[in-house]
């Protein structure tokens, strides 16, 4: 939907399974993707500037998501960009959508409507690192549209696949998040990943630590500094915080001395050790709220996922006992049973009120386990905190407070200051303590990680894509347009090695990629045979937060590539050209009718081409599908 600024609309219907757009070329077929992307967020706009930005003003799409209509708008680039998106019930219609409508709405900038539209697709993976990456990213609605759009240029070319893979990092990136797309893992998967390679590089500095200890800022802070002011306290003398490590190692080497004529009380090492207990009861406090928040999350997900379980369930039994008759008669007396009939009623509505619950909580239960590591991250850094002020507090107790031993002001200075000798001399010569026990402990921590990591098995799912998507596209191949020679096909899609290549095997163990494959027939039947194979994977799969759709601009380009075909002028057409395109759209109806036979969703696919259909076998089927007929001056503006 096109609206310009006085209200005007322009608009293409849409329908769930196959839609075409037929018509002459510059009638705006091929801009209606470059809206679509403009719509979803995309960081510029590649609309066509002439006609159709002309007369824009707000760029609208609505779509079902989730048993959700979500009505997307954006202003055209030259007023900004702002966009809306706003979720109405599945049964909201499209004529309800006038200019007007957005008045009360709010806008957002697009950073803002593609966090909400990702939120709504489910797609909540927010850190995502990979090896070597020092910093995450969040899957990316973005990185989506690759495996949605097929350009004009790119439907039948030999040299890519893939839109927007000529940048290098999207490329990357797109690659990289599929096992999202496809619903393999979730953030609990990357969290892991992250708490692993933080367990790893604690290991390699206490590894690193036991081997040879420097002289370093953290160690000086937490282990010198406290001794010097236990010393001055001793002494009644204030100590200054905020030292430079050097002034305190400056300190430690020129402590000022015990004065006997002094008259000296107990008052400031009593003082410092009552600090360091409230220092200690506030450490507790916050681990016990962290140790809280932990569990509460916890809770969340354990319950989300249990109601969930129950409520499927419920379903279950509930689908078994559906409503078999519209009436009911008594075999005996011939009477009718209402009170039957009114039990399959209300379990008929129980059942709905089941569907809406099971929507609701598979939608709203957020995935925590990002939260979770985050705060035990925090609460380890608390844990070595509550150890340090503790042993604080212990040492002061033992030696300076209720020793036995160490009776007079005198003994107690001097045992503090030869602690501090000891220390300054076991860090000259590089005997810190011992780490022993630590490295140990983050041994065990990470061969555990290493084992749930393992559990998510990411590899086998990629290989059985890779197969599934291998084994879709060669029964595709068979009604499409492929030279003889390759005949049997053998296709094959470089999922696991990352290459996202296409690729012919043939039986002497050779590859025949698709630049080495001649024939635009080839190329374009690898195009259709692929991204058709992709929409049933990703249809097919439980927790896949996909967009069903696809658009394909021009398969019929290599055999009709002037648009002859369908007017009064036209060239005489090759029945074997004919027979092709024919091919193309009725695998292409074959296949999206399909998947939603299968899925009890049908995805939506949206097809602009020359093609008129009144030439091909299917033309009643093809007819049935148009939605525009863009001839005789007629066209999108």
């Excluded at 207990?277 to 997900?301: G, W």
């Excluded at 000259?428 to 402990?441: A, P, Q, R, T």
């Excluded at 020359?610 to 076998?617: A, F, Q, R, S």
Aim: charged share 30%; proline share 3%; glycine share 4%.
């Amino acid at each position: 939907m096109i609206f310009s600024e006085s209200g005007e609309l322009r608009k293409v219907p849409m329908k769930p399974g196959v839609n075409i757009v037929t018509g002459e070329s510059k009638t705006g077929k091929s801009a209606l993707v470059e809206i679509m992307d403009y719509c979803l967020c995309s960081s510029r706009s590649t609309i066509p500037k002439g006609k159709i930005t002309d007369f824009a003003y707000l760029y609208v799409l609505p779509m079902l998501i989730n048993e959700h209509t979500y009505v997307i708008a954006r202003y055209k680039w030259q007023n900004g960009g702002k966009m809306y998106v706003v979720r109405e019930e599945a049964d909201f219609s499209a004529d309800n959508i006038t200019l007007e409508y957005f008045a009360d709405k709010p806008q957002l900038d697009v950073k803002n409507a593609k966090y909400k539209i990702e939120a709504a697709l489910g797609l909540n993976v927010s850190n995502i690192v990979e090896d070597g990456e020092k910093q995450g990213k969040k899957a990316s609605l973005r990185n989506m549209v690759s495996y949605l759009f097929q350009h004009q240029n790119l439907i039948a070319s030999k040299f890519a696949l893939f839109y927007r893979f000529t940048d290098y990092y999207k490329r990357k990136d797109i690659i990289e998040q599929f096992p999202v797309f496809a619903g393999m893992i979730g953030q609990e998967y990357y969290s892991d990943l992250i708490e692993l390679g933080n367990l790893k590089k604690q290991l390699n500095k206490k590894i690193k630590m036991n081997s040879v200890h420097e002289k370093s800022s953290s160690y000086v802070k937490e282990h010198l500094q406290p001794l010097i002011q236990d010393y001055y306290a001793l002494l009644e003398i204030p100590f200054q915080e905020n030292m430079t490590i050097q002034g305190i190692l400056r300190l430690a080497s020129n402590l000022p001395e015990f004065d006997d004529s002094k008259l000296f009380s107990e008052n400031s090492i009593t003082e410092r050790y009552h600090y360091l207990n409230r220092q200690l009861d506030e450490l507790r406090d916050k681990e016990r709220d962290i140790l809280l928040q932990i569990n509460n999350l916890d809770d969340v997900n354990k319950s989300g996922t249990e109601f969930t379980q129950m409520l499927e369930e419920l379903k279950e039994q509930t689908d078994i006992a559906g409503i078999s008759d519209v009436q009911y008669v008594c075999p005996i007396c011939g009477n009718k049973c209402d009170e039957i009939l009114q039990d399959d009623i209300d379990l008929s509505e129980a059942s709905s009120w089941l569907n809406s619950e099971l929507e609701i909580t598979s939608k709203y239960t957020n995935d925590f386990s990002e939260d979770i590591r985050k705060l035990k991250e925090r609460h380890e850094e608390i844990e070595e905190n509550i150890k340090s002020v503790w042993q604080q507090i212990k040492n002061i107790e033992q030696k300076y407070i209720k020793s036995k031993s160490l009776v007079s002001k005198r003994e107690k200075v001097n045992y503090a200051k030869a602690t501090i000798a000891l220390y300054v001399d076991m860090m000259d010569s590089g005997l810190f303590e011992n780490v022993d026990e630590d490295i140990e402990d983050l041994k065990n921590k990470i061969s555990l990680l290493n084992e749930k990591i393992k559990g998510f098995d990411l590899e086998t799912k990629k290989y059985k894509a890779q197969t599934f998507l291998s084994d879709n596209m060669n029964r595709l191949s068979l009604t499409l347009d492929f030279e003889g020679e390759y005949r049997p096909l053998n296709l094959n899609f470089g999922l696991v090695d990352e290459t996202f290549d296409i690729y012919h095997h043939q039986k002497k163990n050779e590859k025949i990629y698709l630049y080495e494959m001649g024939s635009g027939a080839n190329w374009v039947s690898c195009h259709i045979a692929l991204f058709l194979s992709f929409l049933r994977y990703f249809a097919t799969q439980e927790h896949s937060p996909m967009l069903l759709t696809m658009f394909f601009d021009q398969p019929s380009q290599v055999y009709f590539p002037q648009g002859t075909i369908g007017k009064d002028d036209k060239k005489e057409l090759s029945d074997a050209d004919i027979k092709a395109v024919n091919q193309i759209y009725k695998t292409i109806f074959d296949e999206i009718n399909d998947i939603g036979r299968i899925t009890g969703n049908p995805p939506q696919i949206l097809i602009v081409d020359h093609v008129d259909g009144n030439d091909l076998e299917i033309k009643e089927e093809f007819l049935s599908y148009v939605r525009k007929d863009w001839r005789n001056r007629d066209g999108l503006i």
